[in-house]
């Protein structure tokens, strides 16, 4: 925990001039999520999601099974009406023309896989604020500053929680 929520406040510093929030994702030490996302968020930076059951977060295998993004969007409305839920949906998105696809379904977040800078900031222009934007995929200390000035409102690091290494904490008794 005490290298997670150091590593998380070295994230969030480096993009608290803008709007971005630092988000984890589930990739978690098995039995110690709870934990692992407290530890995220005492560094500074927010939880996602906790599971797979507090969100639909359709990606590409599932779009590909649906045959399309608004067919797995209307798949999503499909059982939120039948089970009387209202989860968020976020769609995953690979190219600027899925961008536009996501839009129309109306869902509530639209994630950028592994887009480049120059393809984020004309899908955040696109968008225009009808949904809320994720960057996901390629994000590191060295590139989550730039990402975070396209103007996405989260920015998703798996590294906060699967990569780092706890603090060396020691106690020394000197005479």
């Known amino acids: 925990m005490s290298g997670i929520a ?3 406040n070295i994230y ?9 929030k630092v988000i984890d994702t589930r990739k978690t030490v098995p039995g110690l999520r709870m934990l692992d996302k407290m530890a995220v968020k005492l560094g500074g930076c927010e939880n996602h999601r906790i599971g797979l059951y507090d969100m639909f977060l359709i990606k590409d295998n599932h779009i590909e099974v649906a ?8 798949a999503c409305i499909k059982y939120q ?10 769609v995953e998105t ?5 961008v536009e696809e996501a839009i129309k379904t109306k869902a509530d977040i639209i994630m950028l896989d592994n887009f480049e800078l120059d393809q984020m900031k004309k899908a955040v222009h696109l968008i225009n604020g009808r949904c809320k934007v994720e960057a996901s995929g390629g ?7 730039e ?14 929680t699967h ?5 060396d904490i020691s106690l020394e008794i000197t005479i």
Do not use: R
């Open 12 to 20: 969030s510093e480096k993009v608290k001039h803008t709007k971005a």
């Open 6 to 8: 150091t590593s998380s």
């Open 67 to 74: 045959g399309s993004i608004t067919k797995a969007v209307e």
């Open 139 to 145: 994000v590191n200390l060295e590139t989550i500053k």
């Open 147 to 160: 990402i975070a000035e396209t103007g996405v409102d989260y920015i998703s690091v798996g590294a906060l």
């Open 163 to 167: 990569s780092v290494k706890a603090l």
């Open 81 to 90: 009406k039948k089970h009387h839920t209202k989860f968020m949906i976020e």
């Open 94 to 98: 690979k190219n600027l023309n899925e």
